[in-house]
């Protein structure tokens, strides 16, 4: 079945740094990819989105690029601020069923330290 | 941006208690879902629904019953509870499903001693 992978539970960077983190996904339908962002004691909310296969697609300093050939739709900012600190979870959606919904990943918590 | 609000955000019950958690939206989604956060596992699909009336079957539905009896309302319902079940629960809802972004709402906070 569908799945979500996320390799890193936790990455700790100092402010300025460049991050990436990592999504792969499993499935046998054409994949759309979410990265969602959960700021602590807040609800979880999309930061992208993206169907399209080496396509660069980015929000608020963040940037990732679904690559169908390896199954990855890493997340990647240049610079990390002290706000980016949050779990981010990537999400694939199940295209291959009339009705929708989403599989989520783990999740990577990132913590940004001064 | 859409709506969506829990109720209660906090709720403590006894091991066997009933529970019910609230959910509604009010931007005509069609889609409304039930999750469940545990460290470590990220967001779990517990029960999903694509209109009143309707109700699926997520990845960890045990011990839990949904309904969906408006556009507006999704219910989840914990008719014995137990300590396993203490958990943070999300409701979201979306307009057109898998392709489509999902809302959030604030959560709710449950403890079964």
């Known amino acids: 079945g569908d799945s979500v992978t996320q390799t890193e539970g936790l990455v700790t960077l100092t402010k300025g740094l460049p991050v990436m983190l990592n999504c792969t996904y499993q499935?046998?339908?054409?994949?759309?990819l979410f990265w969602y962002v959960q700021h602590l004691n807040e609800a979880p909310k999309l930061l992208l989105k993206s169907s399209t296969d080496n396509k660069r697609t980015e929000h608020q300093g963040f940037y990732a690029t679904l690559h169908k050939s390896s199954s990855s739709f890493h997340l990647q900012k240049s610079s990390v601020q002290l706000s980016d600190s949050a779990l981010y979870f990537c999400?694939?959606?199940?295209?291959?069923?009339?009705?929708?919904?989403?599989?989520f990943g783990a999740g990577t918590q990132l913590i940004v330290i001064p | 941006e859409a709506a969506v609000t829990q109720s209660p955000r906090n709720k403590v019950t006894v091991t066997g208690g009933n529970v019910t958690l609230s959910c509604r939206q009010t931007n005509s989604h069609n889609y409304m879902y039930w999750y469940r956060q545990d460290t470590g596992h990220g967001l779990r699909l517990i029960h999903y629904?694509?209109?009143?009336?309707?109700?699926q079957i997520g990845d960890v539905p045990d011990g839990y019953k949904a309904t969906r009896t408006t556009q507006e309302d999704f219910f989840l319902l914990l008719e014995l509870a137990s300590p396993s079940q203490t958990s943070l629960y999300f409701c979201a809802s979306s307009d057109e499903g898998a392709q489509d972004t999902q809302y959030f709402g604030p959560g709710t906070r449950l403890l079964v001693l």
């Open positions: 629904s694509y209109g009143a009336g309707n109700l």
């Open positions: 999400a694939l959606s199940d295209r291959g069923s009339a009705l929708g919904r989403l599989h």
């Open positions: 499935t046998t339908y054409s994949p759309f």
